[in-house]
């Protein structure tokens, strides 16, 4: 048997995720992904790393620069890669890189985690986490994936689906969690914090308001809920109608 098989660790394909986004990218996602698990950079509350295209390109040498270029600047216009510029010197243009995870959760059909992945450690890597020879010797042909970071979104099940099964659920409405303006206000508001229970108590403090009202009721709406005006919704004071006298049968 060759040597050329088992003395470099082999770089991780999930065949379910490169037919959604393209091979060459899902190989650069699952590589940033593996050193985003083991990154002790951490801002606006995601882990980051950061390299050169040179430096991608000593890791992934079977590709050119342009391609490697390419694959990236291909992740970001598809939102699953995020740049960014932590570097202390601003000047310094070297980008910084994080994986939308809530928007990779969107690919429902791909039931395929990422799982942490088996590469090689370049010499010349120069990108600054806490790896260690150590870490590398670890990894081997023969070393079973390690178990998926707790990072990464496992349910099956993603937030958008279950907001808009809810929103349908206390509304009797319809509404599709694949239309893509619905994801994009839902990843909105919950990048700004806001946690799917947070959308349940606006779901149920407009229902109890709007829905029996016909005036009203067709706001019952993801455009309307989970908009601009989301926070005033989920901090309103609970709403209580009324009672009139018309509202009971006095001849029971």
């Known amino acids: 048997m060759s040597r050329m098989l088992i003395k470099e660790n082999p770089v991780i394909i999930v065949p379910s995720l490169a037919v959604k986004i393209g091979l060459n990218e899902a190989v650069v996602l699952q590589q940033v992904h593996f050193w985003l698990t083991i990154s002790k950079h ?9 390299n050169t295209y040179l430096d ?3 890791q992934l040498p079977f590709w050119s620069v342009s391609t490697i270029k390419r694959t990236i600047h291909s992740l970001e216009r598809q939102g699953y890669l995020i740049s960014g510029n932590w570097n202390v010197v601003k000047l310094d243009q070297t980008k910084w890189y994080t994986i939308d995870y809530l928007k990779l959760e969107e690919l ?26 150590e870490a590398a ?18 349910e099956k099940k993603t937030p958008v689906v279950e907001i808009i099964n809810y929103l349908n659920a206390k509304t009797r409405t319809d509404y599709k969690p694949s239309t893509h303006k619905t994801q994009e206000m839902i990843r909105a508001r919950i990048r700004e914090g806001f946690t799917v229970e947070d959308f349940k108590k606006v779901i149920d403090s407009k229902a109890a308001e709007w829905l029996h009202d016909p005036r009203m009721s067709k706001y019952l709406r993801p455009a309307t809920l989970f908009g601009t005006k989301f926070e005033s919704y989920l901090n309103q004071k609970s709403y209580k109608k009324t009672l009139n006298e018309e509202d009971f049968d006095l001849d029971d």
């Open 108 to 133: 429902e059909e791909c039931q395929t985690e990422l799982p942490t992945g088996q590469f090689d450690f370049p010499p010349n890597q120069t990108e600054p986490v806490n790896s260690s020879n």
């Open 42 to 50: 951490k801002y606006e509350g995601k882990r980051w790393v950061y």
């Open 56 to 58: 991608w390109q000593k």
């Open 137 to 154: 010797e670890q990894t081997s042909l023969n070393q079973a994936i390690p178990e998926i970071s707790s990072e990464i979104p496992t």
